[in-house]
């Protein structure tokens, strides 16, 4: 079946500093969402990346797709308290069926 | 953005009980619902997807006896997880599809923490 494999699963950082996970497919994809998920709750949708290549920013986060379509990551740039979670991609099919990544949990100490 | 309710959000239920979990998009028609299956500080397990008006499809592993799903309007998709036993005991998530041209973006539901006893 799918996997969607995400480096690191955990990742500490000083409020600051920036961050980086990183998602990869077996299989090319249709498209890639990411959410993010507050411990005790469930996901929220960040983003979708439909387009090869394609990049896209909110704010303090940056996210690409890449060429191939079966990798991608998310940059967080100057992290804050608020940005504690855990960040999942979600890799779809032609069919639109979601893989979930393995998940990155970030800890930010203040 | 959209809201999706589940319900009950958490059940305690006796070994070889029934539980359904129902799943309502609230503001929006969903024809594509998934069920997902979340182990503590793991990641979603999609278990089956849900389409309105036909069969779900399941993914592999997943036993379509143990967990019935119907879809029975565009914005409810029941789970039902018979003669429940301690290893079915799990957070189960779904989320409902809303499509825009090509975006297929999904809203989760809050979650229902089964547990079997």
């Known amino acids: 079946g799918q996997q969607v494999m995400q480096i690191p699963q955990y990742q500490h950082v000083q409020e600051g500093e920036d961050f980086t996970t990183y998602c990869n497919s077996s299989t090319t994809l249709s498209n890639i969402q990411w959410y993010k998920q507050r411990p005790g709750g469930h996901p929220v949708f960040l983003i979708q990346?439909?387009?090869?290549?394609e990049v896209k920013k909110q704010k303090r986060l940056t996210f690409q797709f890449g060429e191939a379509k079966k990798n991608s990551s998310l940059h967080i740039t100057a992290t804050q308290t608020t940005d504690v979670g855990t960040y999942f991609c979600a890799g779809a099919n032609t069919g639109n069926q979601f893989y979930f990544g393995t998940g990155t949990s970030l800890t930010v100490i203040p | 953005g959209a809201v999706v309710s589940q319900h009950p959000s958490w059940v305690i239920c006796k070994s070889g009980t029934s539980v359904k979990i129902e799943c309502r998009s609230l503001d929006f028609q969903a024809t594509t619902m998934f069920w997902y299956r979340q182990f503590p500080k793991k990641s979603l397990m999609l278990m089956a997807t849900s389409n309105e008006g036909s069969k779900a499809t399941y993914e592999q592993g997943v036993e379509k006896d143990k967990f019935l799903i119907n879809h029975a309007s565009l914005t409810l998709s029941t789970l039902t997880v018979t003669s429940a036993h301690p290893e079915d005991s799990s957070f189960y998530i779904c989320?409902?599809?809303?499509?825009?041209?090509?975006?297929?973006?999904?809203?989760f539901g809050p979650g229902t923490r089964l547990t079997v006893l």
């Open positions: 989320s409902a599809v809303r499509q825009v041209i090509a975006f297929h973006e999904q809203f």
């Open positions: 990346l439909v387009k090869s290549g």
